[in-house]
């Protein structure tokens, strides 16, 4: 089935219909994207992209060698020598900036400069100022411009957010989060995330206290209003980097605009932890508890009849059910979440956005929160957001 075309994209882009899980409808041309950046990303969103139905078409790195080992490594139909090149090739729908953070602003100016739909990495940049220049050039261009705060794409967090949506947890009390990870655990342990001109001037935060807020703010449809912040750095000296001034963890407490009270703690040196993301919510009726690790669960809490709720379509809220795209007993992880991210920016490049898809206003929600914990860190004060 071929849908009515919609009308040509901005970018020039013949119309491409539409099909609601994103995948090209029969007949249809598949999307072409292609990657700057080839790293850990790299390999994730072109697994994401190819199993959402699109081409990947190219990739660029660093370096012309870097490209051609990326392009090799995952599959794409060539390598490009530079990012000119690859933002002149008209098979090029998307473009997935999968680069460190310093560096997505610029990327991300000229791809949307040459008519591309963009997908930009988290934190999207590593000002407020930059991120919110990115916001303006992509509602001027006229483009899909997405950033993956993957989480939201898992079913039980379409659950959370249904059940709260539909007011069976009732009047917001409070929210306990953390997202702790020990990747970064010894002193040897280095990366560029860990260096400001690299990374920026936050780490834990921007890189996954982001996806924490950008959770809590999705699942409950509150925002925080004011916020007071600390932050640590455990060694003031790292491997390569020399002198360390970015947060190995910090703890946040919070309030949402109706007052329902928030406390946070992301960290990179919690022994034991890989990708800790946890996320539990309180109202007056429910509470709510998703545990990343564990996402085919949701725990539903009352103070009587207290219950463990397992991912089965049948029994999901419409949203939810539209992700649950495996059989119960199935599992469904951190890839399919990408799976369906993709899907889902693809589906709007097509003209149809689903909805719940993070794009760079909330990029920019990310980066206002970062640089308010930052700030109230600094101060030793509250900040309002
Ligand atoms: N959404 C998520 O769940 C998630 C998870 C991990 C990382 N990320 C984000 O993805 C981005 C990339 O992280 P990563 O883990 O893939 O890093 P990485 O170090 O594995 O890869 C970065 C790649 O970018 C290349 N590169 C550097 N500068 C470049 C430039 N100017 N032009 C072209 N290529 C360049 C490097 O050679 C390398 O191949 C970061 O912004 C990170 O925050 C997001």
Same mark, same amino acid.
């Given at each position: 089935?071929?849908?009515?075309?919609?009308?040509?994209?901005?970018?020039?882009?013949?119309?491409?219909?539409?099909?609601?899980?994103?995948?090209?409808?029969?007949?249809?041309?598949?999307?072409?994207?292609?990657?700057?950046?080839?790293?850990?990303?790299?390999?994730?969103?072109?697994?994401?992209?190819?199993?959402?139905?699109?081409?990947?078409?190219?990739?660029?790195?660093?370096?012309?060698?870097?490209? !051609?080992?990326?392009?090799?490594?995952? *599959? &794409?139909? %060539? $390598? @490009?020598? #530079?990012?000119?090149?690859? /933002?002149? +090739?008209?098979?090029?729908?998307?473009?997935?900036?999968?680069?460190?953070?310093?560096?997505?602003?610029?990327?991300?100016?000229?791809?949307?400069?040459?008519?591309?739909?963009?997908?930009?990495?988290?934190?999207?940049?590593?000002?407020?100022?930059?991120?919110?220049?990115?916001?303006?050039?992509?509602?001027?261009?006229?483009?899909?411009?997405?950033?993956?705060?993957?989480?939201?794409?898992?079913?039980?967090?379409?659950?959370?957010?249904?059940?709260?949506?539909?007011?069976?947890?009732?009047?917001?009390?409070?929210?306990?989060?953390?997202?702790?990870?020990?990747?970064?655990?010894?002193?040897?342990?280095?990366?560029? !995330?860990?260096?400001?001109?690299?990374? *920026? &001037?936050? %780490? $834990? @935060?921007? #890189?996954?206290?982001?996806? /924490?807020? +950008?959770?809590?703010?999705?699942?409950?449809?509150?925002?925080?209003?004011?916020?007071?912040?600390?932050?640590?750095?455990?060694?003031?000296?790292?491997?390569?980097?020399?002198?360390?001034?970015?947060?190995?963890?910090?703890?946040?407490?919070?309030?949402?605009?109706?007052?329902?009270?928030?406390?946070?703690?992301?960290?990179?040196?919690?022994?034991?932890?890989?990708?800790?993301?946890?996320?539990?919510?309180?109202?007056?009726?429910?509470?709510?508890?998703?545990?990343?690790?564990?996402?085919?669960?949701?725990?539903?809490?009352?103070?009587?009849?207290?219950?463990?709720?397992?991912?089965?379509?049948?029994?999901?809220?419409?949203?939810?059910?539209?992700?649950?795209?495996?059989?119960?007993?199935?599992?469904?992880?951190?890839?399919?979440?990408?799976?369906?991210?993709?899907?889902?920016?693809?589906?709007?490049?097509?003209?149809?956005?689903?909805?719940?898809?993070?794009?760079?206003?909330?990029?920019?929600?990310?980066?206002?929160?970062?640089?308010?914990?930052?700030?109230?860190?600094?101060?030793?004060?509250?900040?309002?957001?």
């Amino acid at each position: 089935m071929t849908l009515p075309p919609l009308g040509v994209a901005p970018n020039g882009v013949a119309p491409l219909g539409v099909a609601a899980n994103g995948v090209a409808p029969l007949g249809a041309a598949p999307i072409g994207i292609a990657l700057i950046g080839g790293g850990f990303m790299a390999d994730v969103h072109s697994r994401a992209a190819r199993a959402a139905g699109a081409r990947v078409v190219g990739v660029t790195s660093s370096t012309p060698e870097r490209s !051609r080992a990326a392009a090799e490594r995952i *599959g &794409a139909e %060539r $390598a @490009f020598d #530079d990012v000119d090149a690859l /933002l002149a +090739d008209p098979n090029i729908d998307v473009v997935h900036v999968v680069t460190p953070n310093a560096t997505h602003h610029a990327l991300a100016v000229r791809a949307l400069a040459a008519g591309k739909h963009v997908v930009c990495e988290k934190p999207l940049a590593t000002t407020v100022a930059d991120a919110v220049d990115l916001e303006k050039r992509a509602a001027k261009a006229g483009v899909v411009a997405t950033v993956p705060f993957v989480y939201r794409f898992h079913p039980m967090v379409r659950e959370a957010r249904a059940r709260v949506a539909a007011g069976q947890v009732g009047r917001l009390f409070s929210v306990q989060g953390a997202y702790l990870q020990d990747w970064l655990l010894g002193a040897a342990d280095d990366n560029w !995330r860990v260096s400001t001109a690299a990374g *920026g &001037a936050s %780490r $834990a @935060f921007a #890189d996954i206290g982001s996806h /924490l807020c +950008d959770l809590l703010e999705f699942v409950t449809g509150e925002q925080l209003a004011r916020l007071q912040a600390v932050t640590r750095t455990v060694f003031a000296e790292r491997a390569s980097t020399g002198p360390v001034s970015t947060e190995d963890l910090a703890g946040v407490l919070a309030q949402t605009g109706s007052g329902a009270v928030v406390s946070l703690l992301v960290s990179q040196v919690a022994p034991g932890r890989k990708n800790g993301l946890v996320l539990e919510v309180h109202g007056a009726t429910e509470s709510l508890r998703f545990v990343q690790e564990r996402p085919e669960e949701l725990w539903i809490g009352r103070r009587t009849g207290s219950e463990l709720h397992l991912r089965n379509t049948d029994e999901l809220h419409p949203d939810a059910a539209r992700l649950s795209v495996l059989p119960p007993g199935h599992p469904l992880g951190y890839h399919d979440a990408f799976t369906a991210f993709a899907a889902d920016t693809y589906a709007a490049v097509r003209g149809s956005p689903p909805d719940g898809l993070p794009v760079f206003a909330d990029g920019v929600r990310a980066a206002c929160i970062t640089d308010a914990v930052l700030a109230s860190a600094a101060a030793g004060t509250w900040i309002d957001l």
